[in-house]
């Protein structure tokens, strides 16, 4: 087994929630502790809204998995978890539009207080087609939590009632967000360097 020092303990502890800049990150929009505060937020402001209830906190993936156990960690109303997975973007970074489900809830929610988190609501498109899916199944209650939002990007409006930052009109990673599937764990929501799209 790897023997883990006091160096390699004292610099993950300094590593974890503090903005250290990856080289690929040319700003960070949101820093790592204004994203916590902002959560520990809108899990008091969810307790107070659900209280009594239990909330089946619905995750779309791959992006919502990090705010979704951060969340989950601030929460103190009953909680059960679900995800879904829709395609989005792929590596490129414009929408297409074309929604398609690629892995649907294992949970039937039907009757139920359902929660949907989201990492980034930009045009607007890929919930709009969730809402409408997700409301056919006729759950209690529907409501969206999202960490960001492009509010100059909305073609669709989506009805948010939990939301963390709005972004400006451009592409972001980290906290969950990713370009073709890297910076998904930086603890900060930042923008990329020119290079890193060109390499
Ligand atoms: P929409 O359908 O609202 O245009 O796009 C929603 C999805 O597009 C998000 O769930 C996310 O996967 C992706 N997306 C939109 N804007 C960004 C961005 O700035 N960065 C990253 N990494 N993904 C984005």
Same mark, same amino acid.
């Given at each position: 087994m790897a023997r883990v020092t006091c160096?390699?303990?004292?610099?993950?502890?300094?590593g974890f929630g503090v903005d250290r800049k990856h080289d690929d990150i040319e700003q960070v929009l949101i820093p790592a502790e204004a994203i916590q505060q902002r959560l520990r937020e809108l899990s008091a402001e969810i307790d107070r809204d659900y209280a009594g209830r239990k909330v089946l906190l619905v995750g779309v993936l791959k992006g919502a998995f990090i705010v979704m156990a951060d969340m989950a960690r601030y929460l103190t109303v009953p909680l059960e978890f679900d995800f879904m997975a829709v395609s989005s973007y792929g590596s490129a970074t414009q929408t297409s539009g074309v929604v398609r489900?690629?892995?649907?809830?294992?949970?039937?929610? %039907?009757?139920?207080? *359902?929660? /949907? &988190?989201?990492?980034?609501? @930009?045009?607007?498109?890929?919930?709009?087609?969730?809402?409408?899916?997700?409301r056919a199944r006729q759950p209690a209650?529907?409501?969206?939590m999202t960490l960001l939002s492009k509010p100059d990007q909305a073609r669709v409006e989506i009805p948010i009632r939990y939301?963390?930052? %709005?972004?400006?009109? *451009?592409? /972001? &990673?980290g906290y969950?967000? @990713?370009?073709?599937?890297?910076?998904?764990?930086l603890p900060y929501v930042g923008t990329l360097r020119e290079e890193v799209y060109r390499s």
């Open positions: 160096r390699d303990h004292r610099q993950r502890v300094r489900i690629l892995k649907d809830l294992d949970i039937d929610i %039907a009757g139920r207080d *359902v929660l /949907v &988190v989201e990492d980034i609501v @930009d045009s607007g498109l890929t919930l709009n087609y969730l809402l409408r899916n997700l209650s529907l409501e969206i939301h963390g930052f %709005a972004v400006p009109n *451009v592409f /972001v &990673v969950g967000l @990713d370009y073709a599937e890297n910076y998904r764990n």
